[in-house]
């Protein structure tokens, strides 16, 4: 995973916003070392 959100534009204006949800093992790592999952929706 490179970008777990991207934000392009369209061609007929406006944006194209596109985000990934968290892969379940990353929240997993993320629980274990103390950071809060739910801050990743933002």
Avoid: C, Y
């Amino acid at each position: 995973l490179h970008a777990r959100r991207i934000i392009i534009p369209h061609p007929d204006k406006g944006v194209i916003d596109v985000t990934a949800p968290m892969p379940p093992h990353m929240r997993q790592s993320w629980n274990l070392i103390g950071f809060d999952d739910a801050s990743a929706e933002d």
